[in-house]
């Protein structure tokens, strides 16, 4: 399956882009959410994808023709990118002391469209409640690196509604070498799978948050 956040929009660039990982560029922060009783709830994504794929993924959804992007003709896009997602585990790894927390489909999602680039905006709620553990980590990655994600250290993490004493600490990913990305480019782009020694290493690009609450 073709490695992709929009389905249809990713077939149409992967067919016109020449073959290289990453083919999408997102900046994104995080945002745990709990309740009352201290436990998390939900995780919140806020992330803005590059001008070049925006251009591309934008085409065309001005209906009415007035040079401006309304919710109603951004939503038909923003509904297929979190239905796309799911195939992928939305990208993202909640493990309390090494056990993924289970998450539902995301209950409230939108798109905004703001000097030429889109912001997806969605919630995964866990499926059941859950304490934060002694080792407690966030990862939001696309282990095939079709996708890159960055995070801006001081922005990477929100705790709302912790604990006193709950915090997030971002640790980024490490840099690959240069003949690593050599062999992740010669990947073609609608390969499904990493062979088994390159998946490996592009396990290493995960962003990691740590949450602690003390």
Known sequence: MIRALVAFVFCALVATAAEAHPHVFVDAKEEIVFDATGKMTAIRHIWQFDPAFTAFAVQGLDKNGDGKLSD????????????????????????????????????????????????????LPLKTPTAVGPNTTLEVFDPEYFVAFNFIPQHAITLTGAPAGCKGHYTPPKELDEKTMSLLAAVPADQPNLPDDLADIAATLASVISIRCH
């Open 72 to 123: 109603d003709e951004l939503q038909p896009l923003a509904k297929v990118n979190v239905e796309s997602l799911k195939d992928f585990h939305y990208f993202t790894r909640l493990k309390v002391n090494g056990v993924r927390a289970p998450v539902e489909a995301p209950d409230e999602y939108w798109l905004d469209f703001h000097d030429a680039r889109l912001t997806l905006f969605y919630t």
